[in-house]
């Protein structure tokens, strides 16, 4: 009898909260429109910028996990992921700003969907592991993945309104402005974070409305935070490793 009464229990519970997959929140159409744009030379910072890297060094990182050195390779100017080590991300905490990075997924690139130069740049890191708002970074040049889980996508969120994605070895670059969202002292939204995101020159997110966090299974969901670090993803796909140059930040009111 008993074991009657958990079975019903247990059937009632899966009815009032069906288990949630990741595929739920996967959007496979329509898919944004390709536009072919050329390549460009790197975008040097202005003099006002901060620059989060250069070239030269970690200095303005920090490891994700354990808030030591951060471990990625820096070699001949260019930022590699050195993967197994984790997230990296700024020592500095942000509230608005404007952002340049360039990205470049290596030219031997394997792997499909997801699994293919994976990155991600985090516009607020809210925490450990792959906490806050991903604008996720992977190779799109024909790479079939859902679409808003493709390259200048809000990750799981907000499909990009084109795709512009330079074949795998070319450089590309994506400037953002982030306005963070405001969290009133009970901790609910005042106002949520909005993202301007242009990817090689052409717009892809036109001042969005953030739902919240991206979460890779359920809803996005807010929880307050303050000023923030931004944050890079190592992905645990096994493909070759994505590479990063001019990483350039403006504090904005
Ligand atoms: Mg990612």
Redesign the pocket.
Known sequence: MAATFSLLAITLLAQAAPAQRPEDTEVWQPEPPVVVVAPTPSVPAPADALVLFDGKNLDQWTSTKDKGAARWTVRDGVLTVLKGTGNIETKRKFGNYQLHIEWRVPANITGTGQARG???LFLASTGDGDAGY?L???DSYRNKTYVNGQAGAI?KQIVPLANPTRAPGEWQSYDVIWTAPVFAADGSVTSPAYATVLFNGVLVQNHVALKGETRYIGAPVYKAHGPAAIKL?D?GDPSAPISFRSIWIRDLK
Do not use: L, R, V
């Open positions: 994976n990155s991600g991903e996720q970074i992977m990750y993803q992905h």
